[in-house]
């Protein structure tokens, strides 16, 4: 998965390689890590606790 986020606030996610689906990155964007990406939106994960 690849993560951007703009300056103005936006975000997408990119399942693989955007090239050979012409997945076209918005002028605007930057790549960034999941940390990131997930920091910026909100997104929490939560670990699946050991099952007995």
């Known amino acids: 998965m690849r993560y ?4 103005s606030g936006g ?3 990119v399942s693989g390689d955007p090239g050979p689906f012409d997945v076209t990155i918005p002028p605007g964007y930057r790549e960034v890590t999941e940390e990131e990406y997930n920091a910026a939106t909100g997104v ?3 670990p699946i606790p050991d099952l007995p």
């Open 11 to 13: 975000a997408m996610a």
């Open 44 to 46: 929490e994960t939560v």
């Open 4 to 7: 951007y986020l703009s300056e």
